[in-house]
């Protein structure tokens, strides 16, 4: 298929690496559509920045605007109530026992995965693109590149039909995905980043930093500010 002819599901969750993710889509495929996931997250602060991204994107980017169909939200809060961790309850975040933080819902990336899957086949897109990533996420077992693809295998087995799922930032750090922002939509596209998408694990949107809002500290705040100032370091 021609790139012309090709149409992609994103999983959009209004944070930085599925907003670049969803970028990069727009950039190769013909007709992306995006799908958000409510899973019981203590905050629901990603998910109130995705409209106005979404907004954003469409009246900046007119050559994405063309390209960028419906969104879908699909509220799976029972994996929230499975779960029992930091992301969706009001519990610390450390490292487990188990070497990894607790803010791993198990299985988490799977369950996302198999749901966009089966929209997509309603849909007639079997391309499912994320933002996971094992440079920084190696503790995060279904963020595995191994992981995914077996994933894609079992889903095209399970439906008769070719699954893809594409992950372009599996093997680049923080700092290398400030740098692909930055080349697919230029430093408009970075001032999105910083200003309506959300990282932070807390929910803090009340401090911002020149890398976006966030408490500062969190393992994710930290991630995206330690990426914000590798990506300037290596500018100059
Ligand atoms: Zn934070």
């Known amino acids: 298929m021609s790139p012309s002819e090709t149409s992609a599901l994103v999983l959009f969750s209004?944070?930085?690496?599925?907003?670049?993710?969803?970028?990069?889509?727009?950039e190769r495929h013909a007709r992306v559509e995006t799908v958000g996931i409510a899973y019981g997250q203590r905050h629901a602060v990603e998910l109130d920045v995705r409209p106005r991204v979404l907004t954003?994107?469409?009246r900046e980017w007119p050559?994405?605007?063309?390209?960028?169909?419906?969104?879908?939200?699909?509220?799976?809060?029972?994996?929230?109530?499975?779960?029992?961790?930091?992301?969706?309850t009001d519990t610390a975040i450390e490292m487990t026992t188990a070497g990894v933080p607790n803010t791993f819902v198990p299985g988490r990336n799977?369950?996302?995965f198999t749901y966009a899957a089966a929209l997509g086949y309603r849909r007639g897109i079997h391309t499912l693109i994320g933002g996971m990533c094992e440079t920084d996420y190696s503790g995060y077992p279904d963020c595995r590149n191994d992981t995914l693809q077996t994933l894609a295998?079992?889903?095209s087995l399970g439906m008769a039909r070719d699954v893809t799922i594409e992950t372009p930032l599996m093997w680049i750090d923080k700092a290398g995905t400030w740098a692909l922002a930055e080349t697919l939509g230029g430093s408009g596209f970075v001032d999105l980043i910083v200003e309506d998408t959300h990282t932070c694990y807390l929910g803090d949107r009340t401090h911002r930093h020149v890398w976006g809002y966030g408490c500062g500290t969190c393992p994710a705040c930290d991630l995206r500010s330690k990426g914000w100032e590798r990506w300037q370091k290596g500018k100059t």
């Open 14 to 26: 209004g944070g930085q690496d599925s907003t670049v993710c969803l970028a990069w889509a727009l």
């Open 56 to 58: 954003r994107l469409r």
């Open 63 to 88: 050559r994405w605007a063309v390209r960028l169909g419906d969104d879908h939200m699909l509220d799976i809060a029972t994996l929230g109530a499975i779960g029992q961790t930091a992301m969706t």
């Open 110 to 112: 799977l369950v996302f």
């Open 153 to 155: 295998k079992t889903l």
